[in-house]
């Protein structure tokens, strides 16, 4: 019922044995012992403060098991921003209050930063509210993150490819 | 809440692989995306003490055009399917299908097939399937290959395992609404729509699924032979809506009562045929 895996999260390789049934997010809270990512929900995966980057794509770490993410690159909050310096998405939440308690706040942060990477990327507010329909936030009212996004959408069209490249995660 | 001991998980990397597994475990459950399976097996409402995991089995993520004919692997994405630019201009039914079904995060994992494998009748890829006569290539777990009809597929027997799905259209334009309760919900109705229309604006090759209401979706037989080649205004389609409320027997549940339903296969209905018959004015591409 166990199996040895190993996952690089962050740059960062870690292994262990563990059970099949072990959810990838317990694997990052518990095995990695990074909390950033939380969990929000029951067993229905709606709230997406779990979500990631696996592989270099935004899933629900709650609907995934570890063992699935064997081998995989994840990207979780805490690899966002560069030591002390804070992507343009998480700066221009700050700018732009876009949290307040700040639980499902990784979940947005990750899931928009896989969306600003997106070739059909639209700042539209509709397109935004669309493409972040996946995470639930009780305390804001989602208008300060759909400015935020506009705001980090900005910055990054301002900055050079390689700036960019340096920036991105995996 | 994680699920209940899974004592086996596999990880084939063949189609070969997948079959022989089938005929050793014929209780084993299959995992694509997990979009769906991992809440049941976190609710605790399905135990799987045997799983073989899809994904990384060689071949299975492609999504093939030739022709009319789309062919969608078991394991390509919801995401993949969307940005395919065949899909986008000969099956937009299916465009609008995926593009409502949960989140993007959701569609980075979740599989078409997958949806279809799942069998929940509220998923919105069987309507669509069923209004481009889908095909389903299975493999049975003695290797044999066997192409068959998804409408009249009944509920997967022990072993056979869906490799991929094959779509047909060439000339049809088409379209899918859902209702459900609240945004990125389930599916309390949801209808898909197929035709084009000939040089007098008539309506040719009409096909018009329904989904959510009933455990299985189901085509609307009468409606199609009723708009087969007539000309659309608002009176037919209010018509063919209450046709079609008046041949369906919708289900009451905890999403939605028959009632409900009823008076939204009045409303849909009308509306699907009214957006196939606006991408049928299109300028061609």
């Known amino acids: ?170 | 809440m994680y699920p209940e001991h899974i004592e086996q998980y596999f990880v084939p990397k063949s189609v070969s692989e997948v079959t022989t597994l089938l005929g050793q475990h014929p209780d084993a459950i299959l995992l694509a995306g997990g979009q769906s399976l991992l809440p049941l097996l976190k609710a605790r409402a399905l135990s799987a003490r045997t799983l073989v995991d899809l994904n990384r089995v060689d071949g299975l993520s492609e999504i093939v055009t030739d022709g009319g004919r789309l062919q969608i692997g078991a394991l390509a994405r919801y995401c993949d399917v969307l940005r395919d630019a065949n899909v986008q201009y000969r099956f937009a039914a299916l465009v609008d299908a995926i593009s409502a079904i949960g989140d993007r995060q959701v569609r980075n994992r979740g599989t078409v097939v997958g949806s279809l494998a799942h069998g929940d009748h509220t998923g919105d890829i069987a309507p669509v399937a069923l209004i481009f006569d889908a095909r389903l290539e299975l493999v049975r777990t003695n290797g044999e290959r066997i192409s068959t009809l998804f409408e009249t597929y009944a509920d997967q027997p022990a072993g056979e395992f869906i490799q991929a799905i094959g779509l047909q259209n060439t000339t049809a334009a088409s379209a899918f609404i859902k209702h459900g309760r609240v945004a990125q919900d389930r599916a309390i109705l949801s209808v898909a729509a197929a035709f084009a229309c000939d040089d007098q604006d008539r309506c040719i090759g009409v096909r018009i699924a329904l989904g959510g209401v009933q455990p299985g979706a189901m085509r609307l037989v009468e409606v199609e032979d009723r708009l087969e080649a007539a000309t659309v205004d608002t009176t037919l389609t209010q018509d063919l809506g209450k046709l079609a409320a008046a041949t369906v027997v919708p289900q009451d549940d905890e999403l939605a009562s028959a009632d409900y339903r009823t008076q939204l296969i009045r409303v849909a209905v009308p509306a699907v045929i009214e957006n196939v018959v606006a991408r049928t004015r299109r300028p061609a591409q």
């Open chain 1, 1 to 170: 019922m166990k199996r040895p895996i190993e996952i690089t999260i962050n740059g960062e390789s870690f292994d262990a044995t563990v059970e099949h049934r072990l959810l990838l997010v317990d694997f990052i809270r518990d095995v990695a012992n990074l909390t950033g990512t939380h969990v929000g929900c029951g067993f229905e995966g709606r709230c997406g403060a779990c979500a990631v980057l696996v592989d270099g794509t935004a899933v629900k770490s709650c609907l995934m098991l570890a063992v699935q993410a064997d081998g995989s690159k994840v990207h979780t909050i805490e690899g966002l921003a560069n030591n002390d310096v804070l992507h343009p998405l998480q700066q221009a939440f700050r700018d732009k209050h876009g949290l307040q308690c700040g639980f499902c706040t990784p979940g947005f942060l990750m899931t928009l930063y896989d969306y600003l990477n997106d070739p059909d990327f639209d700042p539209s507010e509709e397109a935004v509210r669309s493409a972040m329909s996946g995470v639930l936030c009780r305390c804001t009212g989602y208008v300060h993150i759909v400015e935020a996004v506009q705001q980090a959408a900005q910055s990054l069209a301002q900055l050079s490819a390689a700036e960019r490249a340096l920036l991105a995660a995996g």
